[in-house]
């Protein structure tokens, strides 16, 4: 019995990393989406985790919410942050700070 609470427990966590990678690829393309929309440069191509909750949907159902920030430049002299907040893999906000207009 041990042995398969075990198993379960690396095949959760086996689990919670892929579909934290495949959740992190769609907030990459968001944030590339976004900058691209708005005439700014994203930086480092990549995004970084900042929070993790449950949180639950328009149906009810309890999903993790994952919160990620992002970089930025208008001009290249600045960096600025970003962020975005996923449901599952839906994007529900992008918020992005204050920046210089080119």
Do not use: P
């Not at 208008?74 to 080119?102: F, N, P």
């Amino acid at each position: 019995m041990d042995n398969g609470l075990t198993l379960l427990l690396i095949l959760g966590l086996l689990w919670f990393w892929w579909d934290s990678r495949g959740v992190a690829e769609i907030a990459i393309k968001a944030a590339r989406r976004k900058c691209e929309q708005t005439e700014l440069t994203f930086l480092n191509d990549t995004v970084g985790r900042k929070k993790l909750r449950l949180q639950r949907n328009r149906q009810g159902r309890l999903q993790l919410q994952r919160t990620y920030f992002f970089e930025f430049a208008s001009d290249m002299a600045e960096r600025y942050k970003g962020e975005i907040v996923m449901l599952g893999q839906q994007v529900t906000q992008i918020k992005m700070e204050v920046h210089r207009v080119k």
